[in-house]
Structures are given as C-alpha cells and as structure tokens.
C-alpha cells in the first residue's frame, strides 16, 4: 500500500492511497463468500453457486461495493498511520480506481486537528489555594445538613407555599383540546424547583387542600414539541395534599443522628476540618482550571466544527445517564424544560468549544516539554482503577487494550501531568487594593 497526503485547507487533508491488486483479489474472494449465500440460483443451494457460474451471471462487478466496505476500513486506517494524520471527523471518500485484477485508488479528505500556536505558558498568575473556614459556612453546612434530613409532614391547613411539595392532579388543554404527555395524576411537585413550565408553579402557591384552579401558561417558543411551542394553555389543577419540610433541632440529638458524634459542638469541629479538606480540593481545582484557561487565552488556534460536534455528542450522552441517575430521561427533561435537542447542543457548544481549545493546547505544552506516560505511572493508575471497581488489574489491562482505551488512559495521565506542570511553573495571583 502506498499513501501520500497533502494540506487543502487549514484544517483539511487529501489523503491519495494505493492498495496493490492481491489485496483487492482477496477483499474479492471475502465479498463472494458473504454475496453468494444470499443469491438464489436454479439448480444450486444457497452459498453452493460455483464463482465462475455467479460471475457469469451477475457479472464480477456486483461484488465491487461489498469489496470495498470490507477493504477501506483497514486500509484507510493503515494510511492515516502511514502519514501520520490524525483525522478528528469521518473521511470524504472517492474510489478513483476498483476493478478485478487491478490496484485500488481512492481519495480521501478528512477534517484533521488543528495546528497550535502556543502563547506564555510559564510564570501564569493563578489564586492562592487557602483553605480556612469561617463560621458562616460551617452554620450554612448545618443548615444543608437540616434540610436534607427533614421530614415531609402533610399540611392539613394553610395554603402551599414556595418550597412545599403539593401533590397534585393535572390536565393541560390548547384550544379546548387535551394533549399528549400533558396529564397527570398524583404527582409530587415541589413548588420552586422550576421543573414545570414557566409560570405554572407560581400558580400552584396558595392553593389549599382540595382546591380546583385553572393555571393558564404560555409553552416557551423553544418547546420540544413544534405542535405546542409557542401556545397557550390551561391546565386544570386539583391539590390533593400539602407537604412541608419539618427541620429537626440543630442539638446534640441532632448531631448523635447524623454523626458519630454524641454533642453538636464535637459535630461542628470535625464538620470544620473536613470543610477544610473540601475546600482545599476545590481551591486547588480551581488553581488547575485558571492556569489551563490563562494558557489557553494566550494560544492561537482555529478548532474544526467536527471536534466541537464530537465533544457535544459526548457532552449529551454524559448529561443523559446523570438523568438516569435521577430516574429521569431527555425526553422528560425536554418536557420539563420546554427544550429540544437542538436548543441543548446550543447550550452546550460553547463549553464543548472551551474544553477542545484547552484539551489542544494542553496537549501540545505535553509535546513542547516532553512530558508522556510511563509504563510505571500506566500500572499506578490500573492499580487505583483496580482498587476502585474491584476487579485484578491485569483484566482490566486486557479490557482497556481490547477496546483501544489503553491508549486514552495515558492521554489521562499526559494531560494530569501537563496540568501540575503548569501549576508548578505558576505564581500566586497579588491581589489589587
């Protein structure tokens, strides 16, 4: 096989590939095996046509597409290694020559990473990584901590307030007419959580036990389903029950609860350090986050619209099992939210943009002060993976290689070490009186 390449635009290759003819003879052979036993032929059972009686009678050339999707895989990858592109996208492929006893030519272009103009990434200012904790936050933990241990205690009098969770009956019309996906019986709706439609909750606040109440809503224009967005609607609404969040007393029963701890004050200490330690991760997370995007700031570097539609797919895939996670899904998010999909890889892109760019110039600052990935530090980090999903490192070793993640766990590691790099190469921000 033969492979020439060469720059079309800024971030587009040509890639002129030549595969030699035994090689097409033998995609030839694989093609007809696949091909023949699906072919009826009178006389013959399937798969026992002879070659020379199916070419003759549908002629070799209806083997040539099957040929080459079992070639071009193969031997389009061969030529990316052979000229070293690193293809970001899917190939625009042109077969120039295919035949029986003939060599294969095809052209390929394909969107490649982006050439990196690095700016300073030395000397960058990043913030201190202090650590102390105030009073006020410890009593803000308390009072995190209160509220994630409340009871909901059924209001019999009184009317809903903002941060009660009403139990509810709904069915939503447009033009008199009831909708899909629009009703709903029984349903425990904390009212301020902005998880209906605009302007629905709001409503809901008032209301008391047994209350009938048309809420009239406007679906954002942006709404999922083109059938509604943009329209009006009345939902009528019935509110079966109230709850309200009873916030245990912050004592030393509280703390016995909640800790092992037996008074509040030994409870607040230990609470103090581990804010502490907490606070200390994020501050130093932050230092990472800052030093990286200062880097990025200064680097010059034209990022292909591929690249920023990949790191969105996986944005989106990520976002969907953190939904799981709730016992959501996208399209109950959709409905929600009054989004769709497209107003959502929107949303996205612009971090999806910002990850890219930092993800480049990270990677080539690892280029510039040849930093990589030993094979020490690779079984360091399948022994902390081996520890964390219990399973012997040498499987996972095998798992990570059989599906090309072996390769990705070093970037992990290049990227960490690229990013202490920097820090390390940092200086601490003075502050401006």
Known sequence: MKATWEKIDKNLVAIDVEVDAAQVT??????????????????????????????????????????????????????????????????????????????????????????????????????????????????????????????????????????????????????????????????????????????????????????????????????????????????????HEIKRKNLPALDDEFAKDVSEFDTLDEFKQDLKVKLADRKAKENEQAREVAVVEKASETAEVEIPQAMINTEVDYMLRDFENRLRMQGMNLDLYYQFSGQDESVLRAQMSTDAEKRVRNNLVLEQISKNEGIGASEEELSEELEKLSGMYNRPVDELRQLFASNGNLENLKADIVIRKTIQFLLDNSKVATEVA
């Open 26 to 239: 033998e995609a030839l052979d694989k093609a007809f095996k696949k091909v023949v036993q699906k072919v009826n032929v009178p006389g013959f059972r399937k798969g026992k046509v002879p070659r020379a009686m199916f070419e003759k009678r549908f002629g070799v050339e209806s083997l040539y597409q099957d040929a080459i999707d079992i070639l071009l895989p193969s031997v389009y990858s061969a030529a990316l290694t052979e000229t070293g592109v690193e293809a970001v996208d899917r190939p625009e492929i042109d077969v120039e020559q295919f035949g029986k006893g003939q060599s294969f030519k095809f052209k390929a272009k394909v969107t490649v990473k982006p050439e990196v103009k690095l700016g300073d990434y030395k000397g960058l200012e990043v913030p201190a990584a202090e650590a102390e904790v105030t009073e006020e936050e410890v009593a803000e933990e308390l009072e995190r901590l209160q509220q994630r241990h409340a009871e909901l205690v059924v209001i019999d009098e009184g009317a809903a307030q903002n941060g009660d969770t009403a139990v509810i009956d709904f069915e939503g019309f447009v033009d008199g007419e009831a909708f899909e996906g629009g009703k709903g019986e029984r349903y425990s709706l904390e009212l301020g959580s902005g998880s209906f439609i605009p302007g629905f909750e709001e409503q809901v606040i008032g209301l008391a036990t047994g209350d009938f109440k048309d809420v009239e809503v406007t679906f954002p224009e942006s709404y999922h389903a083109e059938n509604l967005a943009g329209k009006a609607a009345v939902f009528k609404v019935k509110l």
